[in-house]
């Protein structure tokens, strides 16, 4: 054997000049990457940078136009997923594929039976399941329905997936975007675990700071390529960031003091019934005042999404109180989105493309959404186009939105472009109050930094923000004061100042630490 082959026989896969086109989109240009055996391997880059794309050509989602993959140093044609398993990969896709109303045995099972006796297939498989269990800490309740199940559960059964599979290459998307700290914490010592047992990991993430704690070795792409790959022991965040943006970024938030006054937006007893029956908001009360910025923190489904949309007038109170800026908003006097605007209150929404732009309009068009009606955009019967157009143009230009043209249909810009459109419509209203849900979700690290600047600027203009966002780092980094919700109830507040992620943490799982519990004892005092 020439050492040649050996080394490429160390190698669990090899991508050697992998490209792939969609019309004119370049997505891989001609990628080159080497995964050894039995480590964990991290991919990172901004939005649109490839990554996703190269994972799914490794899994047999899309064929490559131009290139060779190698499984353990022997070329390997992989034309559909079914051959990728076969080849002993394995991949957890960031939404998880599971049927809800199946046990965890039965979806492990699904696809891979053994033969037609089912009862076989099913005795073999909890044998095997409870062996990987106790071997990688990955125990999992296999006859409860997957739906009663937490996120963290149900991604342990995602990786026993791919195990019962055969995998031995397992390929992580963003693992921990619906984690708490705890459960992200568990998952790296699985990791670490399936990696001593000689599991090679690869991990796709946008937290830098994963990246540093969790991999051996990291590969950045920017623009498509290929632009770096380095042991984790020898980089830095910030030097991973300047990869994968091109230039220098900023990764702490730098903020003085907040010097609070009046409370301009308070709720009291805040409950919210959805229409299945279910109890979304429970008895939720809370204050926000001028010059302050209060976070949300939470486990994503735990009723922030609800009172974002009630505070901004999407769904009505059903029950309880809402005080803006003097006005009482309740079940007797509801108020509209137009109409909350009206007083004085901005809504960046966690879902920008299902609530906050409309793709098929040109960007002046969706820069005016919600204040269409507004005397500077109207004339006697029409709207002024130029004027709407110009207005359009300036603000895109303070706030670098690229590329700066009007005309550009929405769907057009970057995720992180058309955050800081609607980012840029909410804040040039100058609202008193600002509502902002997920404002850097699915935004590129290099526009991140910009829209926490802004976020802070409202803060020290004397307005009132209230956040929601499920990054721990971005809460701790922006908020003054920190609010926990669990299952619809605000269970616990701290001070940004002593919080962190293991208090955060437990406070997700409705685990209220003695130390929140003195603090909150003492503010009632």
Known sequence: ????????????????GIDKRFGPVHANKYIDLKVEQGTIHGIVGENGAGKSTLMSIIYGFYEADEGDILIDGQVTKISDSKIAIASGIGMVHQHFMLIQNMTALENVVLGAERGIMLNDSMKHAREVLERLSKEYSLEVPLDTPV???????????????????????????????????????HLFKVLASLKEQGTTVIMITHKLQEIMAATDNVSVMRRGEMVAHVKTSETSREQ?????????????????????????????????????GVLKLDDVNLNVR???????????????????????????????????????????????????????????????????LVNSFAADEAFILGYHRLPQYNGKVFSLRNEITKDCAEKME????RPQDPNLKTANFSGGNQQKLVIAREMEQDPDVLLVGQPTRGVDIGAIES?????????????????????????????????????????????????????????????VPDEVKALQKEAQA
């Open 398 to 401: 303070k706030w670098d939105v």
């Open 147 to 185: 739906e009663q199940l937490s996120v963290g559960l149900q991604q342990r059964i995602e990786i026993l997936k791919a195990l019962y599979r055969g995998a031995k290459i397992l390929i992580l998307d963003e693992p921990t975007g619906v984690l708490t700290p705890q459960e992200t914490e």
């Open 240 to 276: 991973l960031a300047e990869l994968m943006v091109g230039r220098k970024v900023l990764l702490r938030v730098e903020k003085g003091e907040a010097a609070p006054k009046d409370a301009l937006l308070e709720v009291s007893n805040l409950s919210w019934t959805a229409p299945d």
């Open 451 to 511: 829209i926490h600047n802004r976020i802070i600027d409202m803060r020290d203009a004397g307005k009132a923000v209230l956040l929601v966002s499920v990054e721990l780092e971005e809460i701790m980094s922006l908020a003054d004061r920190i609010l926990v919700m669990f299952d619809g109830k605000v269970v616990g507040e701290v001070p940004a100042s002593v919080a962190n992620e293991q208090i955060l943490g437990l406070m997700m799982a409705n685990i």
């Open 1 to 16: 054997m020439t050492a040649q082959t050996d080394v490429a026989a160390q190698m669990a896969i090899e991508l050697r």
């Open 290 to 356: 001028a010059g302050e910025i209060v976070g949300i923190a939470g486990v994503s489904g735990n009723g922030q999404s609800e009172l974002l949309d009630v505070l901004s007038g999407i769904k009505q109170v059903q029950k309880g109180e809402v005080k803006v800026n003097g006005h009482v908003i309740d079940k007797s006097h509801p108020l509209t989105p137009s109409e909350v605007r009206a007083i004085k209150v901005g809504h960046i929404p966690e879902d920008r493309h299902r609530m906050g």
